[in-house]
């Protein structure tokens, strides 16, 4: 994400958040998962089971010594002192898969960090889809922001508030894309979807192939509160855990399904839910800048 995408979305971010509970709706809806969604979980026990390996799958790009490898390679830690902080890049690049990675986030004050993972090809023209997790004050919750960047082009953020406290245990966060649709998934529930609409003129990430990367860095000009809350130093290091970090490819064995993916019914209720009851900021909903996406203009579930 640039620093105009950053400024713009600060104003924002002066709000405190609390978690309330589920509420009834999508708790019936658990007892009758879709059939589709019923795929997913059985994908990501499969991909649990035989997650990758760090070790083999992933660089520590940078940090000097502030990430590790642990467990034998299934788990990854990233920290954050006053000097640096760290990140880690996948050995290959892919061109459509389903991604899933267990985190586990910066707990207490973690205002001004941001922890990430995402998928990026290189150069002006490339290709992203986020997940940045922006911390906050004890007792306010994260938010989650993400972002879709076609041909160089972002501006396309959306931002929730996670029902769960995303740093008491581990929660799966999934990217499946495949030639028609970016979803992007929380614990398997769809959080988002970005669909292809070359027809009506809206790029596409189709030809260039994407490394996944993560980082924990600072950003307290603008990570909490538009920058008003700083990054208190006296509780650093800052850490994050990533463990079984796997990715189905065009090129793996076993399960495709993946490959054309969408939602039915109960998985698009369940899209309704999350965007209705969880969402900070939408790009479509905002007037100043929806006009100038195409894609708009057909969903608000993008």
Request: net charge positive; charged share 20%.
């Given at each position: 994400?640039?620093l105009r995408d950053k400024e713009s979305l600060s104003r924002g ?52 010594g502030r990430g590790k490898i642990l467990r034998r390679g299934n ?228």
């Amino acid at each position: 994400m640039n620093l105009r995408d950053k400024e713009s979305l600060s104003r924002g971010r002066g709000r405190a958040y609390h978690i309330d509970p589920l509420p009834s709706f999508p708790l019936k809806m658990a007892n009758r998962v879709s059939i589709t969604l019923l795929v997913s979980l059985f994908v990501s026990s499969l991909l649990a089971a035989s997650a990758g390996n760090f070790y083999r799958d992933v660089d520590i790009t940078w940090g000097d010594g502030r990430g590790k490898i642990l467990r034998r390679g299934n788990t990854l830690s990233l920290s954050l002192d006053k000097t640096s902080g760290a990140g880690f890049q996948s050995k290959r690049a892919y061109l459509f898969e389903r991604f899933d990675v267990q985190m586990k986030l910066v707990p207490g004050n973690s205002a001004g960090t941001v922890t990430t993972f995402y998928l990026t090809s290189q150069g002006n023209k490339h290709d992203e889809i986020d997940f940045e997790f922006l911390g906050n004050q004890s007792g306010n919750p994260y938010t989650l922001h993400t972002n879709v960047y076609t041909q160089g082009q972002g501006n396309r953020e959306q931002e929730f508030r996670l029902w769960f406290d995303p740093t008491f245990k581990f929660h799966t966060y999934s990217v499946i894309w495949n030639p028609q649709r970016i979803i992007i998934l929380v614990d398997n529930i769809p959080i988002r979807v970005f669909s292809n609409l070359e027809a009506i003129g809206v790029p596409y990430p189709k030809n260039q192939s994407m490394k996944i990367q993560a980082s924990l860095w600072d950003a307290e000009d603008w990570a909490t509160q538009g920058g008003k809350v700083k990054t208190d130093w006296s509780m650093a290091p800052f850490t994050a855990y990533y463990r079984n970090f796997s990715a189905l490819t065009t090129d793996s064995s076993g399960f495709k399904g993946w490959l054309t993916q969408d939602l039915d019914v109960q998985g698009r209720k369940l899209l309704r839910w999350v965007q209705k009851y969880h969402i900070l900021y939408n790009y479509c909903a905002d007037r100043r800048r929806r006009f100038s996406h195409r894609e708009c203009t057909r969903s608000r579930f993008l």
